[in-house]
């Protein structure tokens, strides 16, 4: 079982950085992939970004590109989103996701969920 808390949301201008982090209560957490996803109220999960569990591959999906970026400390145990440039479109609730099998990046397979965290956006 592995235990995730999402943190480093708020209310923000556009315009503005925020840095998320997800972590993970487990003494195993160098062998999980981690995701983050988020979700607008009224529309579908987005799959944002995602991290091998070394931290040697990282994707950072087309949308989010040069303003996301993924990024783990395996000795603390967490994994961080940074955030640049926020829009008024990247307000959601954000969370973080584990997986120990399949690849990073598939958005399919992670078992492990946070609660997630908001980020608002004003113009």
């Known amino acids: 079982q592995v235990l995730l808390v999402e943190s480093g949301g708020g209310s923000v201008q556009a315009g503005a950085s925020l840095r998320l982090s997800c972590a993970a209560s487990?003494?195993?957490?160098?062998?999980?992939?981690i995701g983050w996803f988020r979700q607008a109220p009224g529309k579908e999960r987005e799959f944002v970004a995602a991290i091998s569990w070394s931290g040697a591959s990282a994707d950072v999906l087309d949308s989010w590109k040069g303003r996301f970026t993924i990024s783990r400390d395996n000795a603390k145990n967490t994994v961080y989103l940074q955030m640049n440039s926020l829009k008024p479109e990247d307000t959601a609730v954000y969370h973080c996701?584990?997986?120990?099998?399949?690849?990073?990046?598939?958005?399919?397979?992670?078992?492990?969920w946070g609660q997630g965290t908001q980020v608002t956006v004003s113009s």
């Open positions: 487990t003494r195993t957490f160098s062998n999980y992939a």
């Open positions: 996701a584990a997986k120990r099998s399949g690849d990073y990046d598939d958005q399919e397979g992670y078992d492990y």
